[in-house]
């Protein structure tokens, strides 16, 4: 089975869930650079759009953060593709999350900005985030799964509360369950649900 992974937002094509999907779970794996047309979430999106265009042959969509936030957004656009969905952590509802942290002067600060100077631990500098990454986030904040998906999510995240996962499973139809784990936003104790995930979602229902 092919397989595109869409890493988070801090992450690398190559990182830790990639390897497990390839070397653990031995499957084909596409990991694009999640920001290679830049950093707004829409750029994010059409990189998932992009794989999703030039590969036919994916049907397997696992997304990590960020990386599965835009995965559940592209797909959602992509109703009638036959398409199966890991969620981890995804981070749907992380506008509030800089909301809290940088406080509605801040957030004001970097509408009239128009970008916000952030080090970027994966890239290993600084970068500008525009102000339509908040806003794009936060007008996606209410995407739907209507393709089959398993969700999991940690309860100890401290970068998107759980309850945010709970959310999105409570309004989506496609959801076939949500793992809430003893584990924090990476997920890195629970890489072996990845596969659990896979093997109920090629599960008949």
């Not at 936030?69 to 992380?94: E, M, N, S, Y």
């Amino acid at each position: 089975m092919k397989v595109l992974f869409a890493h988070g937002f801090e992450g690398v094509p190559n990182g830790r869930k990639a390897r497990y999907l390839r070397d653990v779970a031995q499957l084909d794996v596409v990991a694009p650079l999640m920001n290679g047309k830049g950093w707004s979430f829409e750029d994010h999106i059409a990189v998932v759009e992009e794989t999703l265009a030039d590969d036919g042959d994916i049907e397997l969509l696992v997304g990590s953060s960020m990386g599965a936030f835009a995965v559940a957004a592209a797909a959602a656009r992509h109703r009638q593709r036959k398409l199966q969905l890991v969620l981890l952590a995804p981070a749907v509802g992380i506008h509030q999350a800089w909301i809290e942290q940088l406080g509605e002067d801040g957030i004001k600060l970097w509408a009239e900005m128009g970008h916000l100077q952030y080090h970027h631990q994966g890239v290993g500098h600084h970068v500008e985030l525009p102000y339509r990454l908040f806003t794009q986030c936060r007008e996606n904040a209410d995407v739907v799964c209507t393709h089959p998906t398993v969700v999991v999510h940690g309860l100890r995240d401290d970068v998107v509360p759980v309850s945010n996962a709970l959310a999105l499973a409570q309004r989506s139809p496609g959801v076939r369950r949500l793992y809430a784990v003893d584990d924090g936003h990476r997920l890195l104790d629970s890489l072996a649900l990845i596969g659990e995930a896979i093997t109920l979602l090629r599960s008949p229902r």
